[in-house]
């Protein structure tokens, strides 16, 4: 017998089976689980169980998973996903999900890592922890090779100071953003943001 659970904005369904349960999600509505789950019920009641999953790209399954339950980020937020998607594609090629092992996982978080910093370190593992914990849900994998991994970096995290204007600073570039402005829209954005506190992503988004 199936049950059903909503997960975000979408519908997963397990249906009991040997030698382990059946699970899928990313269902628009009940009504599609529900009709998902009563053909895989109806091919257990022939013999034909459909828990042999096929090797599944992890880099497809990434991109599948953003779609699905990261599709209401806008902006930078979303963008950093597909950088993500980006570094799993370089390191691991088309490698199944089902063949990534602890250790090829470490090590892909220690070549990343020789070249960046903590917060991207971090932003990049998360993601894809999020991502392996969903597989792992659905019955696509059974080991969570994201766990206990160590994050390494080798870029110092930037200094206040570094990250941020000082008020001289921003005076002078309000001086040069006023002479600019008949030269094209983008000074008056970067204006605007920068006497609002707008973000980059809010200050696209804008309407007359």
Request: with cysteine; charged share 30%; net charge positive.
């Amino acid at each position: 017998m199936a049950s059903f659970k909503k997960r975000g904005k979408t519908w997963q369904y397990c249906v009991s089976a040997k030698p382990k349960p059946i699970r899928k999600g990313g269902f628009k509505t009940k009504k599609e689980a529900m009709i998902a789950a009563a053909e895989v019920e109806a091919k257990l009641s022939k013999g034909d169980n459909p828990i042999v999953k096929k090797a599944t790209p992890f880099d497809e399954y990434f991109e599948t998973w953003v779609n699905l339950y990261r599709s209401h980020l806008k902006g930078p937020t979303l963008s950093h996903y597909g950088y993500t998607l980006q570094e799993i594609r370089e390191y691991f090629g088309s490698k199944p999900i089902q063949e990534i092992k602890r250790h090829d996982y470490q090590d892909f978080l220690n070549n990343y890592g020789s070249t960046k910093g903590q917060e991207s370190v971090e932003k990049l593992h998360s993601h894809i922890k999020a991502c392996v914990e969903d597989a792992i849900e659905e019955g696509i994998i059974k080991i969570n090779f994201t766990r206990k991994a160590v994050k390494t970096w080798t870029v110092p995290a930037k200094k206040d100071e570094e990250k941020y204007l000082n008020y001289s600073d921003s005076k002078r570039l309000i001086r040069e953003l006023y002479k600019r402005l008949d030269t094209g829209l983008g000074y008056y954005l970067l204006l605007l943001g920068l006497t609002s506190g707008l973000r980059f992503g809010e200050l696209l988004g804008l309407t007359l």
